[in-house]
């Protein structure tokens, strides 16, 4: 493994923590070889697109499964 290539966790968890659209500690974020799922609440179904689409841009995520939950808290 080299630096410039890091495991497909850290890369998932770098893009959520660094989208000015989410807050990562609200999201529980799962991968099995590709396969992602995204659970927790976010505050709207714009920040729950945009869960999705953050992942989406990642090399080797191969399908998201979104089970994010809109709360109006």
């Given at each position: 493994?080299?630096?410039?290539?890091?495991?497909?966790?850290?890369?998932?968890?770098?893009a959520?923590?660094?989208?000015?659209?989410?807050?990562?500690?609200?999201l529980?974020?799962?991968?099995?070889?590709?396969r992602?799922?995204i659970?927790?609440s976010?505050?709207?179904?714009?920040?729950k697109?945009?869960?999705q689409?953050?992942?989406?841009?990642?090399?080797?995520?191969?399908s998201?499964?979104?089970?994010l939950?809109?709360?109006?808290s």
């Open positions: 493994m080299s630096l410039s290539n890091p495991p497909l966790s850290i890369q998932i968890n770098a959520v923590i660094h989208s000015p659209h989410l807050n990562f500690s609200r529980h974020i799962q991968n099995d070889a590709g992602v799922i659970r927790g976010v505050q709207s179904f714009f920040e697109q945009m869960a689409e953050t992942l989406r841009k990642i090399d080797g995520v191969e998201i499964e979104n089970q939950e809109v709360t109006w």
